[in-house]
């Protein structure tokens, strides 16, 4: 959509035209700089190093925001391109948080006021201490959490660690494995001292 369409969708308002996506076309470069047309009255200037494409024809620009009797603010397609992947993420996150089977793979990052930091999708998000299960903290270790809370003002999510099957599994194998060994070692020591008994009565 060009800036033309998008104004006039817009009722000539310009609060409503932040956020939105414009295309573009490449008017000129000059050397290391790249003159976009955007539809505005004055052209768009960037480097060549942040546009993805250099042979593209029509590029997509974002609108940061709008100044009172002022031109927009235009947003560059790599800087776009990585605003559009972060609300991607915090969609998906959404998604999770939202569906009944409340479940997201992620790792302990380090410890903070109250609780630790936790990496799930590219967002780090809160872990309470008192909703840690497993009292021994391993950083960079996969676990699996549940989302509480999330706030896309601030974007802040608070998630709670999960009971992972597996290694419950594998902690009480190695608990039984632990008490066979203890048994074997009484026995033997047991078995050690009946000797020595019969030896010293000889």
């Not at 009484?186 to 009946?194: P, R």
Request: charged share 25%.
């Amino acid at each position: 959509m060009s800036f033309v369409q998008l104004f006039q969708q817009s009722n000539t308002s310009c609060n409503h035209l932040r956020g939105n996506v414009i295309q573009c076309s490449i008017e000129h470069k000059r050397g290391n700089m790249v003159f976009l047309k955007t539809g505005l009255k004055n052209a768009t200037v960037c480097f060549k190093s942040e546009i993805e494409t250099q042979n593209a024809s029509m590029l997509c620009v974002g609108i940061e925001s709008v100044e009172f009797l002022g031109e927009p603010k235009v947003v560059l397609p790599k800087i776009l391109h990585k605003i559009s992947r972060r609300k991607l993420t915090w969609t998906s996150l959404t998604k999770v948080w939202r569906n009944s089977q409340n479940r997201i793979r992620g790792f302990i990052l380090n410890s903070v006021n109250g609780g630790y930091a936790v990496a799930i999708a590219g967002h780090i998000a809160f872990l309470p201490r008192s909703l840690r299960i497993d009292k021994k903290i391993f950083h960079s270790q996969w676990r699996m959490f549940s989302i509480l809370n999330m706030n896309p003002k601030i974007r802040n999510i608070v998630v709670k660690e999960l009971v992972n099957k597996t290694n419950r599994a594998r902690t009480f194998s190695e608990i039984r494995f632990g008490e066979r060994i203890q048994k074997f070692k009484s026995k033997s020591m047991i078995n050690t001292h009946k000797k020595q008994i019969k030896s010293m009565y000889r």
